[in-house]
């Protein structure tokens, strides 16, 4: 199973060509994660502020394959690739209708803000983590 949103690529996120800035897709990957969390009833408002817990990213590799332009539908899917005690491994994509335009991997590591240090997933927020993984 994957995690999926749609959005329509706006003159926000462009630049002067009409083409999506490349950094605003690093920008979307963190929407999309964040809309990931609230869809497994962990949003990021709860997770931070209540639970004093944040999910920072400590890696993320990037590929793009062809340009998303302004007025284009975009779709976005996360999966999770790995889980790890304190860590997950995510693949995204992205795509303009079938066409293929960009895809990254992003590691993210649970931590105490308090403290700063890794933190074990939860149980319920772990066993819901899962259902995005894929079974080989």
């Known amino acids: 199973m994957r995690f999926e949103r749609e959005i329509v690529v706006r003159f926000e996120h462009c630049d002067p060509a009409g083409i999506m800035f ?31 817990r944040a999910v920072p990213t400590v890696k993320m590799d990037a ?24 860590s997950c491994r995510l693949e995204h994509n992205a ?20 403290t700063m240090k890794a933190s074990e997933w939860p149980l319920d927020l772990r066993a819901m983590m899962t259902r995005y993984e894929d079974q080989v």
């Open 22 to 52: 490349y950094p605003r897709f690093f920008a979307l990957v963190n929407e999309v994660v964040e809309d990931w969390f609230a869809a497994m009833d962990h949003p990021f408002a709860t997770l931070h502020l209540r639970d004093r």
């Open 63 to 86: 590929e793009f394959a062809r340009p998303a332009r302004l007025g284009e539908r975009l779709r976005q899917s996360l999966r999770v690739a790995d889980i790890g005690r304190s």
């Open 95 to 114: 795509y303009v209708g079938e066409a293929f335009v960009a895809r990254f991997e992003q590691v993210l590591v649970l931590i105490n803000v308090d």
